[in-house]
């Protein structure tokens, strides 16, 4: 056994802590407050070769394992929640299933300029009726002349507005009476092709959450992902993935308030002491801590096994499940540390409550991770 991060590791750690107060932490409540997708901070991390961290060079990526990934989204997190989820989902639902299941041609067309940053990545599952039961997809991909023609619409799909194309399941014909759901590459800037950036979301207000409409949408038969019909299988496979990033945005958010709370506990007084000098907010910050260590390390561990070719989903969902879990009641417990203040916006600990919220459900809710952990324990 060894808990120590390699000295690779280590100073990814390092220098994305100090980018993160340093570039992202400064305007962090007001682009909460306008809604401003963070460009700049994400042209910054490109030059600095982390868009692409964990896939390999030939496409323009760091060569960077899963661990680093999560560290990356950690320390993004910790400052910045709708960083942390575009980072994320930029990686681990946008590049992973081209890396995972495109050709070669598709990976030097579709997977690099993710990698250096010229697009973000993003993934269309999700449907206005589909949504856990993302079998039910009834968005649609016919086979015809050699193009497939896509019409449908998808929800909640995070960064396509930033994106040059995304990924998309559709359900292209029927097979053994069941649905035939294939992924297919679509560029955002197909004919037909509209993208939608209108929620008024609780939380995660800089990250770009959009609806996509397609309508009479052609692409060339080429621009299936993977084989026809193994669409479902490969979003299963892509979510194990995402779901260390969700754990690890957790595991920052959670970091993140807990360290307000630390602080306001040392400065603020009241009775005549500092509020940290009561048993009650000391038990607060011991559990608050001990919780966060336990969910990084899960994180850790499920990245590792990943990093190490075993299975992770039972773990990826685990850390998913628990670190989304202690990071809404790490957030909580920060802003009742805080009292009246914590309430307020400029102490940040109510946008990271609010932000924790999105962690479980997107991705898998907390009941379908559940789900997950007894089938794979054997229910
Ligand atoms: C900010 C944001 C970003 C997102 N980004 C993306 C993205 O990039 N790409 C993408 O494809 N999707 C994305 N999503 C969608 C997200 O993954 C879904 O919202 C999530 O999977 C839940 O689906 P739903 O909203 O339809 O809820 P539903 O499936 O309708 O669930 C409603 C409730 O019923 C419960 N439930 C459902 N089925 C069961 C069951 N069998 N047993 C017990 N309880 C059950 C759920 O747990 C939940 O509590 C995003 C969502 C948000 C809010």
Redesign the pocket.
């Given at each position: 056994m060894n808990f120590d991060l390699t000295s690779e590791q280590e100073m990814i750690k390092r220098t994305l802590r100090g980018f993160a107060d340093e570039e992202v932490a400064p305007g962090v409540l007001e682009r909460d407050r306008t809604k401003q997708f963070p460009v700049e901070i994400f042209k910054k991390l490109a030059d600095m070769g982390i868009m692409g961290l964990p896939f390999p060079e030939e496409y323009g990526g760091g060569g960077a394992d899963t661990v680093s990934f999560a560290i990356v989204v950690e320390e993004l997190s910790r400052v910045c929640g709708s960083t942390g989820?575009t980072y994320s989902?930029h990686i681990s639902?946008g590049g992973a299933p081209l890396y995972l299941f495109g050709t070669e041609e598709q990976k030097q067309k579709y997977l690099t300029p993710i990698c250096t940053g010229e697009s973000f990545g993003?993934?269309?599952?999700?449907e206005p009726n589909?949504?856990?039961?993302?079998g039910g997809t009834r968005t649609t991909a016919i086979e015809e002349n050699g193009e497939f023609v896509l019409n449908g619409n998808?929800?909640?799909?995070?960064?396509a507005s930033y994106a040059r194309h995304l990924a998309l399941t559709a359900v292209t014909g029927q097979s053994n009476g069941k649905k035939e759901i294939s992924a297919i590459i679509v560029p955002t800037s197909a004919s037909g092709f509209t993208v939608i950036d209108n929620y008024e979301?609780m939380g995660?207000h800089s990250?770009n959450?959009t609806e996509l409409v397609l309508e009479d949408v052609r692409v060339p038969a080429e621009n299936l992902l993977g084989k026809r019909g193994e669409g479902f299988r490969q979003f299963l496979i892509t979510l194990d993935g995402g779901r260390i990033g969700i754990g690890a945005m957790a595991v920052g958010i959670a970091q993140g308030a807990y360290e307000k709370a630390l602080a306001y506990s040392k400065e603020r007084k009241q009775f005549g002491k500092s509020i940290s000098s009561f048993q009650a907010i000391q038990f607060k910050l011991a559990d608050m801590a001990m919780k966060i260590e336990l969910a990084r390390n899960m994180v850790y561990k499920a990245a590792w096994l990943k990093d190490n070719g075993r299975n992770f989903s039972k773990e990826a969902a685990m850390c998913k499940l628990y670190a989304s879990e202690i990071c809404m009641e790490v957030t909580d417990q920060a802003v009742q540390i805080h009292g009246g203040y914590g309430y307020m916006k400029e102490y940040h600990v109510e946008r990271m409550m609010r932000d924790a919220k999105?962690l479980e459900?997107?991705?898998?809710?907390?009941?379908?991770q559940r789900?997950v952990i007894s089938r794979l324990i054997g229910c």
């Open positions: 989820i989902a639902l993003a993934f269309g599952l999700t589909a949504g856990s039961d993302a998808k929800c909640f799909i995070t960064n979301k995660l990250s959450t999105l459900i997107g991705e898998g809710t907390s009941e379908v789900m």
